[in-house]
């Protein structure tokens, strides 16, 4: 069973740019792996995830702004953030499901968007 990290997270204006990632442990051809964020006092949502078979998706927030990719081979899922406002700061946690159900979750990367 696999564990992820994310990293990328920081310090950002507004309108700006990061780059996340999460690294697995192991193989990820048999997992869903995507981004969920959690605001402060508000409850965890989800942002995007690439799925083992190939498709994206995308909460609205994240259409048109964020793109989710993975790289099976290098075990890792990047999530490119462009145009960031401030509803997008939070902690952003990585999540990796298997076909049978097990689930994995990072220990997550503050994002903070300034205005």
């Known amino acids: 069973q696999v564990q992820v990290v994310e990293s990328g997270g920081g310090l950002v204006q507004w309108g700006g740019s990061l780059r996340l990632s999460c690294e697995a442990s192991?193989?990820?051809?048999?997992?869903?792996v995507g981004w969920y964020r959690q605001a402060l006092g508000k409850q965890r949502e989800f942002v995007a995830d690439?799925?083992?078979?190939?498709?994206?998706n995308y909460a609205d927030p994240a259409k048109g702004r964020f793109t989710i990719s993975r790289n099976n081979a290098k075990r890792t899922v990047v999530l490119q953030m462009n145009s960031l406002n401030s509803e997008d700061t939070g902690v952003y946690y990585c999540?990796?499901?298997?076909?049978?159900?097990?689930?994995?979750w990072g220990l997550g990367t503050q994002v903070t968007v300034s205005s």
């Open positions: 999540k990796a499901t298997n076909v049978n159900g097990y689930v994995s």
């Open positions: 192991g193989s990820i051809v048999f997992y869903t």
């Open positions: 690439a799925t083992s078979g190939g498709r994206v």
